[in-house]
Protein backbone atom coordinates (compact mmCIF):
# COMPACT_ATOMS: atom_id res chain seq x y z
CA UNK A 1 0.00 0.00 0.00
CA UNK A 2 0.83 3.61 -0.55
CA UNK A 3 2.82 4.79 2.70
CA UNK A 4 1.12 8.30 2.41
CA UNK A 5 -2.57 6.80 1.42
CA UNK A 6 -2.14 4.07 4.99
CA UNK A 7 -1.10 7.81 6.85
CA UNK A 8 -4.37 9.00 5.86
CA UNK A 9 -6.12 6.12 6.19
CA UNK A 10 -4.51 5.66 10.20
CA UNK A 11 -5.92 8.86 10.83
CA UNK A 12 -9.72 8.89 11.76
CA UNK A 13 -10.25 12.88 12.18
CA UNK A 14 -9.51 12.98 7.94
CA UNK A 15 -12.33 10.54 7.22
CA UNK A 16 -14.28 12.61 9.69
CA UNK A 17 -14.04 15.68 7.99
CA UNK A 18 -15.65 18.44 9.88
CA UNK A 19 -17.48 16.02 12.00
CA UNK A 20 -14.33 16.24 13.93
CA UNK A 21 -14.28 19.83 13.90
CA UNK A 22 -15.02 19.73 17.67
CA UNK A 23 -13.62 16.43 18.98
CA UNK A 24 -10.33 18.28 20.81
CA UNK A 25 -12.01 21.59 21.05
CA UNK A 26 -13.09 20.53 24.87
CA UNK A 27 -9.88 19.33 25.80
CA UNK A 28 -8.00 22.22 24.68
CA UNK A 29 -9.99 24.61 26.36
CA UNK A 30 -9.68 22.43 29.32
CA UNK A 31 -6.01 22.41 28.87
CA UNK A 32 -5.82 26.27 29.01
CA UNK A 33 -8.18 26.32 31.51
CA UNK A 34 -6.00 24.04 33.74
CA UNK A 35 -3.63 26.10 32.48
CA UNK A 36 -4.42 29.52 34.33
CA UNK A 37 -8.30 30.41 35.52
CA UNK A 38 -7.23 33.58 35.64
CA UNK A 39 -6.02 34.66 32.45
CA UNK A 40 -8.83 32.51 30.36
CA UNK A 41 -11.16 34.04 32.10
CA UNK A 42 -10.22 37.79 31.55
CA UNK A 43 -9.68 36.21 27.69
CA UNK A 44 -13.40 34.83 27.99
CA UNK A 45 -14.82 38.53 29.27
CA UNK A 46 -12.43 40.61 27.15
CA UNK A 47 -13.54 38.66 23.98
CA UNK A 48 -17.18 38.90 24.52
CA UNK A 49 -16.59 42.99 25.41
CA UNK A 50 -14.74 43.69 21.86
CA UNK A 51 -17.81 41.70 20.38
CA UNK A 52 -20.53 43.58 21.55
CA UNK A 53 -18.95 47.36 21.35
CA UNK A 54 -18.56 47.35 17.22
CA UNK A 55 -22.28 47.73 16.91
CA UNK A 56 -22.32 50.15 19.71
CA UNK A 57 -20.25 51.92 17.69
CA UNK A 58 -22.13 51.76 14.42
CA UNK A 59 -25.41 52.95 16.66
CA UNK A 60 -23.73 55.86 17.98
CA UNK A 61 -22.23 56.72 14.32
CA UNK A 62 -25.40 56.50 12.64
CA UNK A 63 -26.83 58.96 15.62
CA UNK A 64 -23.88 61.54 14.91
CA UNK A 65 -24.67 61.55 11.36
CA UNK A 66 -28.36 62.27 11.77
CA UNK A 67 -27.37 64.33 14.41
CA UNK A 68 -25.34 66.85 12.30
CA UNK A 69 -28.09 66.64 9.37
CA UNK A 70 -30.85 68.16 12.08
CA UNK A 71 -28.12 70.69 13.12
CA UNK A 72 -27.27 71.72 9.65
CA UNK A 73 -31.18 72.17 8.75
CA UNK A 74 -32.13 73.44 12.24
CA UNK A 75 -33.46 76.96 13.31
CA UNK A 76 -30.31 78.65 14.70
CA UNK A 77 -32.22 78.48 17.86
CA UNK A 78 -32.11 75.09 18.20
CA UNK A 79 -28.82 74.76 16.17
CA UNK A 80 -26.57 75.11 19.31
CA UNK A 81 -28.49 72.39 21.09
CA UNK A 82 -27.92 69.97 18.28
CA UNK A 83 -24.66 70.95 18.18
CA UNK A 84 -23.75 69.94 21.93
CA UNK A 85 -25.63 66.79 21.33
CA UNK A 86 -23.71 66.00 18.51
CA UNK A 87 -20.41 66.18 20.37
CA UNK A 88 -21.50 64.04 23.38
CA UNK A 89 -22.58 61.41 21.01
CA UNK A 90 -18.77 61.68 19.41
CA UNK A 91 -16.94 61.79 22.77
CA UNK A 92 -19.33 58.69 23.58
CA UNK A 93 -18.30 57.51 20.47
CA UNK A 94 -14.40 57.88 21.03
CA UNK A 95 -14.73 56.12 24.28
CA UNK A 96 -16.39 53.38 22.48
CA UNK A 97 -13.72 53.23 20.60
CA UNK A 98 -10.66 53.56 22.99
CA UNK A 99 -12.90 50.59 25.21
CA UNK A 100 -12.42 48.77 21.87
CA UNK A 101 -8.75 49.28 21.79
CA UNK A 102 -8.27 48.17 25.37
CA UNK A 103 -10.00 45.10 24.91
CA UNK A 104 -7.80 44.02 22.15
CA UNK A 105 -4.95 45.03 24.07
CA UNK A 106 -6.29 42.82 26.74
CA UNK A 107 -6.62 39.90 24.56
CA UNK A 108 -3.38 40.47 23.16
CA UNK A 109 -1.77 40.19 26.49
CA UNK A 110 -3.39 37.01 27.67
CA UNK A 111 -2.67 35.04 24.65
CA UNK A 112 1.01 36.22 24.99
CA UNK A 113 0.86 35.03 28.67
CA UNK A 114 -1.15 32.15 27.79
CA UNK A 115 1.14 31.12 25.01
CA UNK A 116 4.32 31.15 26.96
CA UNK A 117 2.46 29.10 29.86
CA UNK A 118 0.78 26.72 27.66
CA UNK A 119 3.59 25.94 25.46
CA UNK A 120 6.08 24.95 28.52
CA UNK A 121 2.93 23.21 29.52
CA UNK A 122 2.39 21.01 26.30
CA UNK A 123 6.21 20.35 26.45
CA UNK A 124 6.48 18.73 29.99
CA UNK A 125 3.35 16.80 29.11
CA UNK A 126 5.34 15.24 25.91
CA UNK A 127 8.35 14.88 27.90
CA UNK A 128 6.05 13.17 31.09
CA UNK A 129 4.81 10.67 28.28
CA UNK A 130 8.23 10.16 27.54
CA UNK A 131 9.41 8.85 30.70
CA UNK A 132 6.51 6.13 31.07
CA UNK A 133 7.08 4.34 27.65
CA UNK A 134 9.35 1.55 27.14
CA UNK A 135 12.65 1.22 25.65
CA UNK A 136 11.11 -0.81 22.18
CA UNK A 137 8.86 2.52 21.77
CA UNK A 138 11.59 4.38 20.87
CA UNK A 139 13.33 1.83 18.97
CA UNK A 140 10.38 2.15 16.33
CA UNK A 141 10.28 4.39 13.55
CA UNK A 142 6.91 4.71 13.73
CA UNK A 143 7.05 6.18 16.81
CA UNK A 144 9.72 8.36 16.02
CA UNK A 145 7.53 9.99 13.36
CA UNK A 146 4.17 10.13 15.75
CA UNK A 147 6.73 12.17 18.32
CA UNK A 148 8.24 14.37 16.15
CA UNK A 149 4.77 15.34 14.82
CA UNK A 150 3.26 15.98 18.48
CA UNK A 151 7.12 18.21 19.41
CA UNK A 152 6.40 20.19 15.73
CA UNK A 153 3.60 21.31 15.64
CA UNK A 154 0.83 20.25 18.53
CA UNK A 155 2.53 22.03 21.38
CA UNK A 156 1.35 25.35 19.70
CA UNK A 157 -1.85 24.22 18.41
CA UNK A 158 -4.02 24.37 21.82
CA UNK A 159 -3.98 28.10 22.48
CA UNK A 160 -4.29 28.33 18.91
CA UNK A 161 -7.72 26.19 18.87
CA UNK A 162 -8.40 28.30 22.14
CA UNK A 163 -7.92 31.58 20.29
CA UNK A 164 -10.21 30.73 16.97
CA UNK A 165 -13.40 29.07 19.66
CA UNK A 166 -12.78 32.63 21.44
CA UNK A 167 -12.35 34.35 18.49
CA UNK A 168 -15.31 32.70 16.94
CA UNK A 169 -17.60 33.36 19.85
CA UNK A 170 -16.28 37.02 19.84
CA UNK A 171 -17.49 37.07 15.99
CA UNK A 172 -20.91 35.60 16.50
CA UNK A 173 -21.68 37.91 19.55
CA UNK A 174 -21.01 40.78 16.86
CA UNK A 175 -22.73 39.31 14.07
CA UNK A 176 -25.99 38.44 16.63
CA UNK A 177 -25.54 41.97 17.56
CA UNK A 178 -25.36 43.47 13.83
CA UNK A 179 -27.92 41.28 12.58
CA UNK A 180 -30.54 42.94 15.30
CA UNK A 181 -29.88 46.33 13.41
CA UNK A 182 -29.74 44.82 9.88
CA UNK A 183 -32.81 43.01 10.45
CA UNK A 184 -34.59 46.34 10.49
CA UNK A 185 -33.91 47.07 6.59
CA UNK A 186 -34.34 43.83 5.67
CA UNK A 187 -34.10 40.09 6.46
CA UNK A 188 -32.73 38.83 3.14
CA UNK A 189 -29.49 41.45 4.42
CA UNK A 190 -28.77 39.01 7.09
CA UNK A 191 -29.32 35.86 4.61
CA UNK A 192 -26.99 37.34 2.16
CA UNK A 193 -24.49 38.44 4.47
CA UNK A 194 -24.03 34.68 5.67
CA UNK A 195 -23.80 32.70 2.32
CA UNK A 196 -21.71 35.22 0.20
CA UNK A 197 -18.68 33.95 3.12
CA UNK A 198 -19.27 30.28 2.06
CA UNK A 199 -17.53 29.00 -1.23
CA UNK A 200 -14.09 30.71 0.24
CA UNK A 201 -14.55 29.13 3.34
CA UNK A 202 -15.20 25.66 1.50
CA UNK A 203 -11.92 26.32 -0.14
CA UNK A 204 -10.18 26.98 2.78
CA UNK A 205 -11.09 24.18 4.78
CA UNK A 206 -10.49 21.86 2.08
CA UNK A 207 -6.66 22.79 1.61
CA UNK A 208 -6.48 22.90 5.45
CA UNK A 209 -7.05 18.99 5.10
CA UNK A 210 -4.29 18.84 2.81
CA UNK A 211 -1.68 20.39 4.42
CA UNK A 212 -2.41 17.94 7.03
CA UNK A 213 -1.94 14.98 5.15
CA UNK A 214 1.10 16.51 3.46
CA UNK A 215 2.32 17.40 7.12
CA UNK A 216 1.59 13.18 8.34
CA UNK A 217 3.14 12.50 4.86
CA UNK A 218 6.64 13.99 5.19
CA UNK A 219 7.58 13.19 8.71
CA UNK A 220 10.03 10.81 7.50
CA UNK A 221 11.75 13.08 5.66
CA UNK A 222 11.69 15.52 8.55
CA UNK A 223 13.12 13.51 10.52
CA UNK A 224 16.28 12.85 8.31
CA UNK A 225 16.68 16.92 8.02
CA UNK A 226 17.03 17.30 11.60
CA UNK A 227 19.41 14.07 12.02
CA UNK A 228 21.58 15.85 8.91
CA UNK A 229 21.67 18.87 11.01
CA UNK A 230 22.65 16.67 14.26
CA UNK A 231 25.49 15.13 12.19
CA UNK A 232 27.00 18.41 10.45
CA UNK A 233 26.38 20.10 13.62
CA UNK A 234 27.50 17.97 16.03
CA UNK A 235 30.95 17.22 17.76
CA UNK A 236 30.87 13.99 17.92
CA UNK A 237 30.10 13.44 15.03
CA UNK A 238 32.50 15.92 13.22
CA UNK A 239 35.63 13.99 12.90
CA UNK A 240 33.91 11.56 10.62
CA UNK A 241 32.48 14.09 8.29
CA UNK A 242 35.32 15.94 8.15
CA UNK A 243 38.17 12.82 7.82
CA UNK A 244 35.70 11.02 4.78
CA UNK A 245 34.52 14.16 3.11
CA UNK A 246 30.93 13.47 3.85
CA UNK A 247 30.01 16.93 4.12
CA UNK A 248 28.70 17.88 1.06
CA UNK A 249 27.48 14.75 0.22
CA UNK A 250 24.97 15.36 3.31
CA UNK A 251 24.73 18.46 2.83
CA UNK A 252 23.53 17.81 -0.35
CA UNK A 253 20.65 15.61 0.70
CA UNK A 254 19.78 18.13 2.96
CA UNK A 255 19.23 20.48 0.31
CA UNK A 256 17.30 18.19 -2.06
CA UNK A 257 15.04 17.28 0.81
CA UNK A 258 14.40 20.91 1.42
CA UNK A 259 13.31 21.05 -2.59
CA UNK A 260 11.03 18.69 -2.33
CA UNK A 261 9.29 19.78 0.60
CA UNK A 262 9.24 23.15 -1.18
CA UNK A 263 8.07 22.13 -3.83
CA UNK A 264 5.15 20.35 -2.31
CA UNK A 265 4.71 23.73 0.22
CA UNK A 266 4.78 25.77 -3.16
CA UNK A 267 2.13 23.86 -4.97
CA UNK A 268 -0.23 23.73 -2.32
CA UNK A 269 0.01 27.26 -1.72
CA UNK A 270 -1.00 28.26 -5.19
CA UNK A 271 -3.72 26.40 -5.15
CA UNK A 272 -4.88 27.39 -2.10
CA UNK A 273 -4.61 31.10 -3.45
CA UNK A 274 -5.73 30.79 -6.32
CA UNK A 275 -8.98 29.28 -5.11
CA UNK A 276 -8.75 31.50 -2.17
CA UNK A 277 -8.83 34.65 -4.69
CA UNK A 278 -11.00 33.52 -6.68
CA UNK A 279 -13.92 32.88 -4.40
CA UNK A 280 -12.79 35.88 -2.34
CA UNK A 281 -14.43 38.12 -4.90
CA UNK A 282 -18.24 36.56 -4.52
CA UNK A 283 -17.72 38.11 -1.36
CA UNK A 284 -16.49 41.39 -2.49
CA UNK A 285 -19.22 41.64 -5.13
CA UNK A 286 -21.94 40.82 -2.56
CA UNK A 287 -20.23 43.76 -0.46
CA UNK A 288 -20.48 46.47 -3.21
CA UNK A 289 -23.79 44.54 -4.13
CA UNK A 290 -25.54 45.75 -0.61
CA UNK A 291 -23.58 48.86 -1.12
CA UNK A 292 -26.27 49.13 -3.77
CA UNK A 293 -29.44 48.16 -2.31
CA UNK A 294 -28.85 50.65 0.66
CA UNK A 295 -27.47 53.66 -1.27
CA UNK A 296 -31.05 52.77 -3.36
CA UNK A 297 -32.81 52.92 -0.33
CA UNK A 298 -31.40 55.97 1.08
CA UNK A 299 -31.84 58.02 -2.62
CA UNK A 300 -35.86 56.59 -2.61
CA UNK A 301 -35.87 57.69 1.51
CA UNK A 302 -36.47 54.54 3.10
CA UNK A 303 -33.93 55.42 5.40
CA UNK A 304 -32.14 58.31 6.84
CA UNK A 305 -28.95 59.30 5.66
CA UNK A 306 -27.43 58.17 9.46
CA UNK A 307 -29.10 54.92 9.20
CA UNK A 308 -27.13 54.38 5.57
CA UNK A 309 -23.71 55.28 7.47
CA UNK A 310 -24.93 52.40 9.96
CA UNK A 311 -26.22 49.61 7.97
CA UNK A 312 -22.97 49.82 5.13
CA UNK A 313 -20.69 50.06 8.08
CA UNK A 314 -22.67 46.83 9.82
CA UNK A 315 -22.73 45.12 6.62
CA UNK A 316 -19.03 45.68 5.93
CA UNK A 317 -17.93 44.70 9.39
CA UNK A 318 -20.97 42.02 9.31
CA UNK A 319 -19.06 40.99 6.34
CA UNK A 320 -15.68 40.90 8.40
CA UNK A 321 -17.33 39.01 11.23
CA UNK A 322 -18.75 36.20 9.01
CA UNK A 323 -15.63 35.74 6.71
CA UNK A 324 -13.92 35.87 10.51
CA UNK A 325 -16.49 33.02 11.93
CA UNK A 326 -15.74 30.82 8.74
CA UNK A 327 -12.21 30.79 9.00
CA UNK A 328 -12.39 29.96 13.17
CA UNK A 329 -14.41 27.35 12.17
CA UNK A 330 -11.87 26.49 9.28
CA UNK A 331 -8.97 27.19 11.38
CA UNK A 332 -10.55 25.03 14.51
CA UNK A 333 -10.31 22.29 12.48
CA UNK A 334 -7.05 22.30 11.22
CA UNK A 335 -6.09 22.57 14.71
CA UNK A 336 -8.17 19.45 15.76
CA UNK A 337 -6.10 17.60 12.93
CA UNK A 338 -2.98 18.66 14.09
CA UNK A 339 -3.80 18.28 17.71
CA UNK A 340 -4.69 14.89 17.21
CA UNK A 341 -0.82 13.83 16.89
CA UNK A 342 -0.45 15.37 20.14
CA UNK A 343 -3.27 13.23 21.75
CA UNK A 344 -2.09 9.89 19.74
CA UNK A 345 1.32 10.53 20.96
CA UNK A 346 0.17 11.44 24.83
CA UNK A 347 -2.76 8.02 24.40
CA UNK A 348 0.12 5.74 23.06
CA UNK A 349 -0.31 2.61 25.15
CA UNK A 350 1.59 0.80 28.09
CA UNK A 351 2.30 -2.00 29.72
CA UNK A 352 -0.54 -2.23 32.25
CA UNK A 353 -0.26 -4.11 35.48
CA UNK A 354 3.08 -2.89 36.44
CA UNK A 355 4.06 -4.73 39.94
CA UNK A 356 4.31 -3.79 43.13
CA UNK A 357 6.89 -6.27 45.08
CA UNK A 358 9.23 -4.68 46.97
CA UNK A 359 10.87 -8.18 47.78
CA UNK A 360 10.99 -11.53 46.71
CA UNK A 361 10.11 -14.99 49.08
CA UNK A 362 13.11 -16.39 48.48
CA UNK A 363 16.15 -13.98 48.47
CA UNK A 364 19.06 -16.49 48.17
CA UNK A 365 17.85 -17.43 44.82
CA UNK A 366 19.69 -14.69 42.87
CA UNK A 367 18.24 -14.55 39.22
CA UNK A 368 16.53 -17.07 37.02
CA UNK A 369 15.80 -16.97 33.29
CA UNK A 370 13.43 -19.67 32.80
CA UNK A 371 12.54 -20.94 29.02
CA UNK A 372 12.91 -16.86 27.97
CA UNK A 373 12.15 -15.93 24.56
CA UNK A 374 12.51 -12.62 23.16
CA UNK A 375 11.42 -11.23 19.59
CA UNK A 376 11.68 -7.69 18.46
CA UNK A 377 8.38 -6.55 17.27
CA UNK A 378 8.20 -7.31 13.56
CA UNK A 379 11.12 -9.35 13.26
CA UNK A 380 10.79 -12.17 11.59
CA UNK A 381 13.01 -14.60 14.06
CA UNK A 382 13.60 -14.00 18.01
CA UNK A 383 16.70 -12.24 19.20
CA UNK A 384 16.90 -14.65 22.71
CA UNK A 385 15.31 -18.43 22.09
CA UNK A 386 14.47 -20.40 25.42
CA UNK A 387 17.04 -19.13 27.80
CA UNK A 388 17.37 -21.19 30.77
CA UNK A 389 19.97 -19.83 33.25
CA UNK A 390 20.65 -19.04 37.23
CA UNK A 391 23.22 -16.92 39.16
CA UNK A 392 23.56 -17.45 42.69
CA UNK A 393 23.69 -14.21 44.91
CA UNK A 394 27.58 -13.86 45.38
CA UNK A 395 28.23 -15.68 42.05
CA UNK A 396 30.01 -14.05 39.02
CA UNK A 397 28.77 -14.49 35.59
CA UNK A 398 30.38 -13.62 32.25
CA UNK A 399 28.68 -13.92 28.78
CA UNK A 400 30.55 -14.21 25.28
CA UNK A 401 29.42 -14.53 22.14
CA UNK A 402 30.05 -12.71 18.82
CA UNK A 403 28.30 -9.22 17.96
CA UNK A 404 24.29 -9.69 17.73
CA UNK A 405 24.36 -13.11 19.66
CA UNK A 406 22.28 -11.33 22.21
CA UNK A 407 24.23 -10.32 25.24
CA UNK A 408 23.23 -7.22 25.90
CA UNK A 409 19.01 -8.06 25.28
CA UNK A 410 19.43 -10.56 27.57
CA UNK A 411 21.08 -7.85 30.14
CA UNK A 412 17.84 -5.41 29.30
CA UNK A 413 15.44 -7.59 30.51
CA UNK A 414 17.30 -8.65 33.29
CA UNK A 415 16.48 -4.56 34.17
CA UNK A 416 13.18 -4.93 32.86
CA UNK A 417 13.65 -2.30 29.94
CA UNK A 418 12.12 -5.38 27.78
CA UNK A 419 9.61 -8.01 28.55
CA UNK A 420 9.81 -11.28 27.32
CA UNK A 421 8.01 -12.55 24.47
CA UNK A 422 7.39 -15.71 26.36
CA UNK A 423 8.85 -17.15 29.41
CA UNK A 424 9.60 -15.73 32.86
CA UNK A 425 12.41 -14.34 34.35
CA UNK A 426 13.08 -14.37 38.31
CA UNK A 427 14.38 -12.22 40.77
CA UNK A 428 14.58 -13.50 44.42
CA UNK A 429 11.98 -16.33 42.99
CA UNK A 430 9.61 -13.49 42.22
CA UNK A 431 8.80 -12.68 38.40
CA UNK A 432 9.92 -9.43 37.37
CA UNK A 433 6.77 -8.24 36.29
CA UNK A 434 5.47 -8.25 39.67
CA UNK A 435 8.12 -5.97 40.50
CA UNK A 436 8.11 -2.66 41.69
CA UNK A 437 9.69 -0.87 39.25
CA UNK A 438 12.16 1.42 40.91
CA UNK A 439 12.54 -1.21 43.42
CA UNK A 440 13.95 -3.46 41.08
CA UNK A 441 16.27 -1.28 39.45
CA UNK A 442 17.43 -0.03 42.33
CA UNK A 443 18.81 -3.25 43.26
CA UNK A 444 20.62 -3.64 39.74
CA UNK A 445 23.66 -1.54 38.90
CA UNK A 446 24.44 -1.32 35.01
CA UNK A 447 26.80 0.81 32.77
CA UNK A 448 26.44 0.04 28.85
CA UNK A 449 28.70 -0.40 26.46
CA UNK A 450 27.17 3.27 25.04
CA UNK A 451 26.89 4.96 28.18
CA UNK A 452 25.68 8.21 27.96
CA UNK A 453 28.11 11.40 28.18
CA UNK A 454 25.94 14.09 29.95
CA UNK A 455 27.33 17.63 29.59
CA UNK A 456 26.68 18.25 33.12
CA UNK A 457 29.70 18.23 36.15
CA UNK A 458 31.99 15.48 36.59
CA UNK A 459 30.20 14.26 39.57
CA UNK A 460 26.84 14.95 38.03
CA UNK A 461 28.13 12.09 35.74
CA UNK A 462 28.98 9.84 38.44
CA UNK A 463 25.78 11.22 40.50
CA UNK A 464 23.25 9.69 37.64
CA UNK A 465 23.80 6.28 38.67
CA UNK A 466 21.48 7.34 41.96
CA UNK A 467 19.17 10.00 41.31
CA UNK A 468 18.54 10.18 44.98
CA UNK A 469 22.06 11.09 45.69
CA UNK A 470 22.35 13.40 42.32
CA UNK A 471 24.23 16.32 44.18
CA UNK A 472 25.79 13.85 47.14
CA UNK A 473 29.69 15.38 46.98
CA UNK A 474 30.43 12.67 49.49
CA UNK A 475 28.68 9.90 47.52
CA UNK A 476 30.62 11.08 44.07
CA UNK A 477 33.85 10.61 45.99
CA UNK A 478 33.19 7.34 47.22
CA UNK A 479 32.08 6.01 44.03
CA UNK A 480 34.57 7.95 42.23
CA UNK A 481 37.11 5.80 44.11
CA UNK A 482 35.57 2.41 43.76
CA UNK A 483 35.13 3.25 39.80
CA UNK A 484 38.64 4.28 39.88
CA UNK A 485 37.68 7.73 38.33
CA UNK A 486 39.87 9.81 41.56
CA UNK A 487 42.81 9.88 39.78
CA UNK A 488 41.55 11.85 37.09
CA UNK A 489 39.69 14.28 38.83
CA UNK A 490 43.15 15.31 40.78
CA UNK A 491 44.05 16.63 37.75
CA UNK A 492 41.36 19.17 36.69
CA UNK A 493 40.96 22.13 38.05
CA UNK A 494 37.57 22.24 39.78
CA UNK A 495 37.77 18.25 41.04
CA UNK A 496 34.43 16.99 41.08
CA UNK A 497 32.65 20.31 40.07
CA UNK A 498 34.31 20.35 36.47
CA UNK A 499 32.15 20.96 33.85
CA UNK A 500 32.73 17.87 31.08
CA UNK A 501 32.09 18.34 26.98
CA UNK A 502 32.26 20.92 25.17
CA UNK A 503 28.79 22.13 25.02
CA UNK A 504 29.21 24.64 27.38
CA UNK A 505 31.45 27.05 29.17
CA UNK A 506 34.49 25.96 30.29
CA UNK A 507 33.79 22.12 29.64
CA UNK A 508 36.63 19.90 30.00
CA UNK A 509 36.65 17.06 27.12
CA UNK A 510 37.68 13.69 28.22
CA UNK A 511 39.52 10.27 26.52
CA UNK A 512 37.23 6.99 26.03
CA UNK A 513 39.36 5.57 28.97
CA UNK A 514 38.39 8.27 31.32
CA UNK A 515 34.88 8.62 30.36
CA UNK A 516 35.05 4.62 30.72
CA UNK A 517 35.98 5.55 34.16
CA UNK A 518 33.18 7.85 35.10
CA UNK A 519 30.96 5.42 33.87
CA UNK A 520 32.36 2.74 36.00
CA UNK A 521 31.85 5.05 38.66
CA UNK A 522 27.98 5.91 38.15
CA UNK A 523 27.58 2.58 38.46
CA UNK A 524 28.53 2.09 42.19
CA UNK A 525 26.69 5.00 43.24
CA UNK A 526 23.97 2.36 43.80
CA UNK A 527 25.04 1.20 47.47
CA UNK A 528 22.37 -0.88 47.86
CA UNK A 529 22.42 -2.43 44.48
CA UNK A 530 23.39 -6.33 44.68
CA UNK A 531 23.35 -6.60 41.40
CA UNK A 532 26.50 -4.71 39.22
CA UNK A 533 26.29 -5.01 35.16
CA UNK A 534 29.54 -3.99 33.00
CA UNK A 535 28.35 -4.18 29.24
CA UNK A 536 31.69 -3.90 27.71
CA UNK A 537 32.49 -0.21 29.19
CA UNK A 538 35.77 -0.84 29.12
CA UNK A 539 36.23 -1.41 25.36
CA UNK A 540 38.59 1.86 24.64
CA UNK A 541 40.92 0.96 27.58
CA UNK A 542 43.77 -1.60 26.64
CA UNK A 543 43.62 -5.19 28.22
CA UNK A 544 46.18 -4.72 31.11
CA UNK A 545 43.79 -1.63 32.50
CA UNK A 546 40.64 -4.09 31.97
CA UNK A 547 41.96 -6.75 33.57
CA UNK A 548 43.25 -3.80 36.37
CA UNK A 549 39.24 -2.43 36.75
CA UNK A 550 37.96 -6.29 36.78
CA UNK A 551 40.22 -7.25 39.19
CA UNK A 552 39.45 -4.23 41.56
CA UNK A 553 35.64 -4.85 40.72
CA UNK A 554 35.31 -8.33 41.64
CA UNK A 555 36.88 -6.97 45.08
CA UNK A 556 34.03 -4.77 45.07
CA UNK A 557 31.06 -7.07 44.05
CA UNK A 558 31.92 -9.88 46.76
CA UNK A 559 28.86 -11.34 47.81
CA UNK A 560 27.12 -9.50 45.03
CA UNK A 561 25.93 -10.77 41.61
CA UNK A 562 28.70 -9.44 38.92
CA UNK A 563 28.11 -10.13 35.36
CA UNK A 564 30.33 -9.23 32.33
CA UNK A 565 30.19 -8.87 29.48
CA UNK A 566 33.72 -8.56 27.28
CA UNK A 567 35.29 -9.90 23.94
CA UNK A 568 38.54 -9.97 26.31
CA UNK A 569 38.99 -13.88 27.53
CA UNK A 570 41.72 -12.59 29.64
CA UNK A 571 39.05 -11.01 31.73
CA UNK A 572 36.19 -13.02 30.86
CA UNK A 573 38.22 -16.40 32.93
CA UNK A 574 37.84 -14.65 35.95
CA UNK A 575 34.09 -15.46 36.01
CA UNK A 576 32.69 -18.03 37.88
CA UNK A 577 30.54 -18.93 35.40
CA UNK A 578 30.51 -18.34 31.32
CA UNK A 579 27.92 -18.65 28.89
CA UNK A 580 28.31 -18.71 25.47
CA UNK A 581 25.28 -17.56 23.12
CA UNK A 582 25.29 -17.68 19.70
CA UNK A 583 22.55 -16.90 17.45
CA UNK A 584 20.38 -16.04 20.93
CA UNK A 585 20.69 -19.45 22.51
CA UNK A 586 22.95 -21.12 25.21
CA UNK A 587 25.55 -23.46 23.46
CA UNK A 588 27.96 -23.52 26.32
CA UNK A 589 28.21 -22.96 30.04
CA UNK A 590 30.79 -23.21 32.85
CA UNK A 591 33.67 -22.28 34.51
CA UNK A 592 37.01 -21.39 32.13
CA UNK A 593 38.87 -24.72 32.73
CA UNK A 594 35.40 -26.40 32.04
CA UNK A 595 35.17 -25.23 28.82
CA UNK A 596 38.32 -25.39 27.54
CA UNK A 597 38.24 -28.89 28.19
CA UNK A 598 35.19 -29.41 26.35
CA UNK A 599 36.93 -27.61 23.52
CA UNK A 600 33.88 -26.17 21.72
CA UNK A 601 33.56 -22.80 20.28
CA UNK A 602 34.42 -21.21 23.51
CA UNK A 603 38.27 -22.36 23.94
CA UNK A 604 37.95 -21.73 19.82
CA UNK A 605 37.73 -18.11 20.38
CA UNK A 606 39.77 -18.08 22.76
CA UNK A 607 42.76 -19.96 21.13
CA UNK A 608 41.93 -17.58 18.18
CA UNK A 609 42.51 -14.27 20.78
CA UNK A 610 45.49 -15.99 22.42
CA UNK A 611 47.14 -16.67 19.21
CA UNK A 612 47.22 -12.72 18.46
CA UNK A 613 48.79 -12.51 22.03
CA UNK A 614 51.71 -14.21 20.73
Known amino acids: MNPRRKSAQANPNLAQGFLGVFIYSRRAIELVWTTSHKLTLAFGALTVIAGVLPTAVAYVGALIVDAVVAAIQAEPAIRAALTREALQLVIAEGLLVSAIAGAQRGISLCQSLLRAQ ?30 TRARREASSRPLSLVMRTFGLAQNAVSLISFST ?19 AFLAEAKFSGDAFRLFLWRSPETRMQLYLETVLAREDHVKEVKLFGLGPLFLDRYRNIFRKLYREDRDLTIRR ?17 AYAWIALAAIASRITIGQMTMYLMLFRQGQSAVSAILSAVGGMYEDNLYLSTLYDYLETPVEDGRGAAIKGPHPDDGVRFENVTFRYPDAEQPTLFEIDLHIKPGQSLALVGENGSGKTTLIKLLTRLYLPTSGRILLDGQDLREWDEAALRDRIGVIFQDFTRYQLLLGEN ?54 QKIALSRAFMRTRAD ?41 VRMADQIVVLQNGSIVERGSHEELMKLNGHYAQLFLLQARGYR
Not at 120 to 142: G, P, W
Not at 181 to 197: D, T
Not at 470 to 484: N, S, V
Not at 557 to 567: C, E, F
Open 531 to 571: ILVLDEPTSAMDAAAEATIFEHFRALTKGKIAILISHRFST
Open 118 to 147: LGQRVNVMILEKALTLELTHFENSDFYDKL
Open 273 to 289: DSWGFGLGLIGTITLYA
Open 462 to 515: IGAGDVRHFEDEERWHEAGEKGMAAPIVETLPAGYRTPLGKWFNDGRELSGGQW
Open 181 to 199: LLIAFSPWAVLVLILAGLP
